[in-house]
């Protein structure tokens, strides 16, 4: 479990709009219990995520919630799309949100989508997923 | 004299301090009444640093006086301080004043002095008693005031207030007291303003040392309390809680400037190691025991917050700001917390956790005792914080405590129990009695695993519950309960849990959660033996996407096993388990007769991972009668493109997203408008309108998740027993989408609703119930209905013609030996054909049979073949239209079936030239007791005229026969033959060619007299060319001429002028016209003239008229003339007119006219049979020679007249005026109609020069 890394964005509503799970190279496919528990870890922190925008300026929010050896960090774009990370190592989760914001601005300029929808994009995902590599599993 | 009376600080509010000397009895009678009254009125208190002025209620506590008891200097103990020192005497006895009171004033006065307190006051007390007593010797009362003030009050008179008669009811007595109370409460709000002020001074002075070493805090507490003592004493809570919010916010400021390094040295105490954690305690206004350990700078941080806040409580509660209780205190615990970690202090584990559930439940405690259940209701927005931090505390101790492992806890866990119970230390006294105090819960909940968790839940139920009745979103923290109540003891409650745990991440979206949550929901439910529960969430599960086919499969057999073993029948939604996505109708018009065969096939999407055994599958029918009998055909043309088809949407399969793109609403229905300018169609503005606004715009429920599908408990389902059903059995549902073909019930005609779909697995029932959008389809029953129309248009008269009969049977079966039953008419006799072949079609063709035709002399009768219901029957029939011959008419005949037979008339049709005839048929058919009446329209493919032609008294018959048909015909045999007259002799003058229109003349030839009356038959054979001659058809065509015979001549000449030889124009020539009977009088004038002239030579009348429509000729002088003429042969009249041709050339001579003039005697009009109109329309070419205007022909038939002179058109029936009649065509015969004479010009004067070279 250790190592791997799971980002999910979620919209106005507390739906999740992009969800994303990173394994390092070579690990196995992660159990089903464990898919469910980033969602619920996520989930749980987003009234944490709720409270600390408003005390801060920032919009990366440092660890908000912390979970077993999880760290729950999170960023918070402009338009209060609010981006979760779990992750156990807490390296380079500053660059890859700010990566991720970039590159879901571009994505959300894009006429045919509709901000709270859920992403399905593959260019997207890919994207992320070399972004995940580059600053998290590296 | 003075006694001391303690002064009790506990009481429940806190009094300012009077003290009182000199007479105790008298005080102690009057003491009561004083106490009362003196709160009564309120005083305003003006106040220092410009603080707003306040209207207070003075209470007082009263004691003895002591000289003791007298602060000290530098005492700042104000809550003993006295405020009012009172002497009180009822002395009137100068005597006594002298020897006793005096002496003793003088000393409480000096000890007063001494300790340099200002404020203090005499009363005097008289009495009537005391008066009457002491009569003898009495000085003037006011004496002993005057002594007193004398005494005592040097420069302060109204040191000493006189009470007259306090014990007495009198005005008097009344005012005197209201004097003292103003003046008690004057110098009691005097002294207060001074001392206070002297206090406030003190306690800044004070504060602004806190930089100096050895300043405590402490103290410092302890001074500003007093002033919060002493406003609260004053009611002025808002004041007093001021104090205590800033002696918190002091303290808070140090921890924090500790936290930052700045330590300050009496936090050394603060910072001792926790020991006790029993909570907050606000049954109590002053907690002394904490206060005690305060002053003594013994106290622990909790300590001092909690005794700080349950002094800020205590005040909010007087000030009925409970809810502001609630929030601080959740401030205050989190702060407490953080506090403790800045000064690291070293607590036991789990300690806080302690400190703070027991806090949280006090403070809940406290607030439930001070507001009633509704209010605590409709707060619970406030409360619902307290409560999740309790539970949220009391989940981290059942961790600690090992109170949540499955295991349960081990000797680690209870040693630190043990450890935790020690520090809440023995229950307080106030509690001790209660069941439900926060110190028993605990401890209780402590005690054992089981204990824990019951109180675990019931706090997490509160919360629940509290956050539905705050209308807040179920805060996702709280989810967390149903993990630890899942995995212990009480499914039921976690049931209800997990069921709003799945309820939140459905709206939200969150599929993994989901589905985990729904298994431990299955869990659940199978423990608590809910099995239909537990059948639905199986079911749910079972088609959820995200779980492994393992599980899918298992929860799938969990059905099917349940299936088979149940007692009960279960009803269990469809949606869990299958979606219908589409219904298709075959036909696709969705409607037939009744009887016939409708499929439906559905489209079932099965959810489940293996293919299920169904043993039913049914749709209940809903039907209706009432629009039964509409044509089902019309109804079904007038439905969507694809009528047979009804695709369902269905939202997302998986709990997935679907619910925010729903929670979005539906989609904008945008269109453009334009608005042109009217003159020149340019674009004024242009815009775009939403047509949905009013979905667009509605409001959006966010408490009811928008997807039923996703509803774990099955809606309440009531399977409507429907008669009729779409049933198949034994089905097996694939995973996957899956096509079942059930056959609609068509018996009765009307309109079939679908309503619900059901699938039975053993026990367990899957019911849709409602079929959205509704599914219909239409039975409808047909009357058997007859049409006859003709094979080919147009159906020419005279000709066999074939006539197509068809037969839609409708409901009705034609059973072998049904006939239908024609009656005959002469005018369209059906012609007997050998084998007339009947084709019975449903659409396709089924059979085909040969029709018998029998004819009898009244009606034919066609047996028709055995046709099943909904067929279609056809057969073909010749029939001739014979022509009619002309204007004779026969007499009204009676069909057969008695109908009075219509005779069909001809009248002429605007599409075509021919002539229409529309034959009536009267079919008697099997299935019906009324006859079939039908109509078929023939048309004449001749046109026939005729006309007289004259020539003097020769006479010639024109007939001219046109085709107007589109079809060629030969003709043969023209004859035109004659009734009456024998002697007749018609010539034909005809040659032999063909024509479109057919010119046939004949002149007629007599012996003796001309006939007047002419009774004429045309008649002719034709055929369609190239036809045997066996095949011709004869056509007549019958007239009737009357008066044909020339009666009179007209013969015109022009003469030129005298001594010219040719007319010359511009000069009057002559015209004499010569007007001369031909023949005797006839019978016929003979009788029309009979009247007017009874006796002597017959004569007649005629009227003359020369009248030039061309311009070529000038009339002068009388156009027109009358002459009276013998009815004899050769009678001749000449008349004489004088005329000027105006141009040059052959010119025609000017038309003359002759008609008959009746006179006015001759009442009766001729009036023309209107029928004869249609052989007289046409206008011979006499007539056209006679009448220069076109329509006088037509006037004329009809009667009417020109009157003489004028030419005015006057109705001429029953009015005694001459009137002119024309003369039949070939009764008058001009000879000079189309003569001509030649015109010179006139004489050329002018002089032509010829120039030669």
Redesign the interface.
């Given at each position: 479990m250790s190592g791997s890394f799971y980002f999910v964005m979620v919209g106005h509503q507390d739906n999740p709009v992009f969800e994303m799970e990173f394994l390092p190279a070579g690990k196995p496919e992660s159990k089903d219990d464990h898919r469910h528990l980033n969602q619920f870890i996520a989930h749980a922190a987003l009234d944490l995520v709720d409270e600390n925008m408003w005390l801060s300026n920032n919009m990366y929010l440092k660890t908000v919630d912390k979970f077993n050896e999880w760290f729950v960090s999170a960023f918070v774009t402009a338009g209060h799309i609010l981006c979760t990370a779990l992750d156990s190592s807490l390296y380079g989760i500053k660059n890859f949100f700010n990566d991720v914001y970039d590159l879901y601005i571009k994505f959300a300029m894009n006429p045919f989508y509709e901000i709270n929808a859920p992403i399905r994009s593959t260019a997207f995902e890919r994207k992320v997923q070399f972004l995940g590599k580059k600053h998290l599993l590296s | 004299l003075t006694t001391h009376e303690s002064s009790d600080v506990t009481d429940e509010r806190l009094r300012p301090l009077l003290r009182s000397a000199g007479d105790q009895g008298l005080f102690t009678s009057l003491y009561t009444s004083l106490a009362q009254q003196l709160p009564r009125e309120p005083m305003e208190w003006r106040r220092t640093y410009g603080r707003a002025p306040k209207m207070i209620h003075l209470e007082a506590n009263f004691v003895q006086f002591k000289e003791e008891l007298l602060p000290k200097e530098g005492n700042k103990a104000l809550l003993t301080f006295p405020f009012l020192h009172i002497y009180w005497t009822d002395c009137c006895d100068t005597e006594a004043y002298k020897s006793t009171v005096k002496e003793d004033m003088t000393r409480w006065h000096n000890s007063l002095r001494a300790h340099s307190s200002a404020d203090w006051v005499i009363i005097v007390v008289e009495t009537n008693d005391t008066k009457k007593k002491n009569k003898t010797n009495i000085l003037p009362r006011s004496s002993i005031v005057d002594k007193i003030r004398s005494d005592f009050c040097n420069k302060q008179n109204d040191r000493c207030v006189v009470l007259s008669d306090p014990l007495k009811d009198s005005s008097r007595s009344q005012e005197s007291w209201n004097a003292l109370l103003l003046k008690l409460r004057t110098l009691l709000l005097m002294s207060f303003t001074k001392n206070l002020g002297r206090f406030e001074d003190d306690m800044r002075t004070l504060r602004e040392k806190r930089t100096q070493p050895g300043w405590s805090f402490c103290e410092y507490f302890m001074v500003q309390e007093e002033l919060a003592f002493v406003f609260e004493m004053l009611q002025q809570f808002e004041d007093a809680l001021v104090q205590y919010d800033e002696l918190d916010a002091l303290f808070t400021q140090y921890v924090l400037n500790f936290g930052a390094g700045d330590t300050a040295n009496w936090l050394g105490s603060f910072c001792a190691p926790v020991r006790s954690w029993s909570g907050l305690l606000l049954r109590r206004p002053i907690d002394m025991e904490k206060r005690d350990g305060i002053q003594r700078g013994e106290a622990s941080l909790l300590d001092l917050r909690s005794y700080l806040f349950s002094r800020q409580c205590t005040l909010l509660i007087f000030l009925l700001r409970p809810w502001e209780v609630t929030q601080r205190a959740l401030e205050l615990l989190h702060n407490c917390v953080q506090e403790l970690r800045l000064l690291e202090v070293s607590v036991l584990e789990g300690a806080l956790d302690c400190w703070v559930f027991l806090s949280c439940l006090e403070v809940l405690h406290r607030i439930e005792g001070c507001c009633d259940p509704a209010q605590l209701a409709a707060n619970c927005s406030h409360t619902v914080g307290l409560w999740a931090y309790a539970t949220d505390k009391l989940k981290s101790l059942g961790e600690l405590c090992g109170l949540v492992s499955e295991k349960g806890p081990t000797s680690e866990d209870l040693n630190r129990t043990v450890d935790l119970l020690a520090g809440l230390g023995d229950e307080r006294p106030e509690t001790v009695s209660s069941l439900q105090s926060p110190y028993k819960k605990l401890k209780e909940a402590l005690s054992s695993v089981e204990a824990f968790e019951r109180h675990y839940l019931v706090s997490g139920g509160v919360i629940q519950q509290e956050e539905h009745e705050a209308g807040i979103l179920v805060?996702?923290?709280n989810?967390?309960f149903i993990k630890i109540a899942g995995r212990k003891g009480d499914p039921e409650r976690a049931e209800a849990f997990l069921q709003e745990a799945v309820k939140s991440?459905t709206?939200?979206?969150?599929s993994?959660?989901v589905?985990?949550t729904r298994k431990q929901i299955a869990e659940c439910q199978k423990l608590l033996g809910r099995t239909e529960d537990y059948l639905q969430t199986s079911a749910l599960l079972a088609g959820d996407g995200?779980?492994?086919t393992e599980e899918r499969k298992h929860f799938c057999q969990e059905i099917l096993t349940f299936a088979g073993s149940l007692t009960h029948k279960v009803t269990l939604s469809m949606a869990v388990f299958s979606q219908l996505t589409r219904l298709q109708f075959r036909p696709a018009t969705a409607s037939v007769h009744s009887g016939a065969v409708l499929e439906a096939e559905l489209t079932l999407r099965c959810l489940m991972p293996v293919s299920v055994r169904i043993q039913q599958l049914a749709v209940s029918i809903h039907f209706d009668l009432e629009r039964a009998g509409t044509n089902g055909r019309s109804k079904g043309a007038s439905r969507a493109t694809n009528p047979g088809t009804v695709e369902f949407s269905q939202a997302d399969p998986s709990a997935?997203?679907a619910?925010?793109?729903a929670?979005?609403g539906p989609p904008l229905e945008l269109d453009e408008i334009q608005d042109r300018s009217p003159s020149d169609n340019s674009l004024n503005s242009t815009g775009v309108v939403c047509k949905n606004t009013h979905l667009v715009m509605r409001r959006h429920d966010t408490g009811s998740p928008p997807d039923t599908a996703n509803c774990v408990s099955p809606p309440a389902l009531t399977v409507k027993d429907g008669a009729q059903m779409l049933k198949v059995q034994d089905v097996t549902l694939e995973p996957g989408n899956n096509s079942i073909t059930f056959t609609a019930p068509s018996g009765q005609p009307g309109t079939y609703t679908l309503r619900q779909l059901y699938a039975t697995v053993g026990q367990v029932q899957f019911v849709l119930p409602h079929i959205y959008p509704s599914v219909q389809y239409e039975v409808y029953s047909q009357e058997p209905q007859l049409t006859v129309e003709p094979l080919s248009e147009p159906l020419l008269a005279g000709l066999p013609q074939t006539v197509k009969f068809t037969l839609l049977t409708g409901h009705y079966a034609v059973k072998k030996g049904d006939a239908l039953q024609l009656s005959n008419t002469d005018t369209m006799p059906i012609l007997p054909s050998a084998s007339c072949p009947a084709r019975i079609t449903s659409p396709a063709l089924v059979g085909e049979s040969a029709l018998s035709i029998q004819s009898s002399e009244k009606v034919t009768s066609i047996s028709l073949p055995a046709t099943p219901p909904y067929h279609t029957l056809e057969f073909h029939l010749e029939v001739l239209c014979i022509i009619p011959h002309g204007p004779d008419r026969p007499a009204n005949e009676r069909l057969t079936n008695g109908e009075v037979r219509h005779r069909p008339r001809s009248y002429s049709h605007p599409d075509t030239p021919m002539t229409a005839i529309d034959q009536r048929m009267s079919i008697d058919c099997p299935w019906s007791i009324y006859s079939t009446l039908l109509a078929l329209t023939f048309y004449i493919p001749f046109k026939t005229k005729h006309s007289v032609l004259s020539a003097g008294n020769r006479k010639y018959i024109q007939v001219c026969l046109q085709n107007v048909s589109d079809v060629n015909f030969t003709l043969a045999e023209m004859q035109l033959t004659e009734k009456q007259h024998e002697l007749l002799e018609l010539q034909s003058l005809n040659t032999k060619t063909q024509q479109h229109s057919l010119f046939c003349l004949w002149e007629v030839r007599w012996k003796d007299d001309p006939p007047s009356c002419l009774q004429c038959v045309f008649s002719a054979n034709f055929s369609p060319p190239k036809q045997d001659v066996s095949t011709f058809k004869p056509f007549h065509y019958q007239f009737q001429l009357e008066r044909v015979s020339t009666l009179y001549s007209v013969r015109a000449e022009i003469l030129p002028p005298a001594g010219e030889q040719h007319c010359r124009c511009g000069l009057l020539s002559g015209l004499e016209v010569c007007i001369t009977r031909l023949t005797e009088a006839t019978e016929g004038e003979a009788a029309e003239d009979s009247k007017t002239d009874a006796d002597g030579p017959k004569s007649t009348k005629l009227m003359y008229e020369v009248a030039d429509s061309s311009s070529n000729w000038a009339v002068c002088g009388r156009s027109s003339g009358m002459v009276s003429m013998p009815m004899a042969a050769d009678a001749a009249h000449k008349v004489r007119i004088e005329v000027m041709p105006l141009f040059a050339g052959h010119l025609p001579f000017p038309k003359i006219k002759v008609l008959k003039y009746l006179p006015h005697t001759a009442a009766v009009a001729i009036q023309p049979d209107p029928d004869s109109c249609v052989e007289n329309d046409s206008l011979s070419l006499l007539d056209k020679a006679l009448d220069d205007q076109g329509d006088t022909a037509s006037i004329r038939s009809r009667g009417s007249v020109h009157s003489v002179g004028s030419g005015d058109q006057q109705p001429q029936r029953g009015v005694a005026m001459p009137r002119l009649e024309p003369f039949d065509a070939g009764q008058v015969f001009n000879h000079s109609h189309t003569q001509q004479v030649l015109v010179l010009p006139a004489t050329d004067d002018h002089i032509m020069e010829v120039n030669a070279t």
């Open positions: - | 805060s996702k923290r989810l967390k991440y709206s939200e979206g969150w993994l959660p589905t985990h995200n779980l492994t997935g997203p619910s925010s793109v929670a979005a």
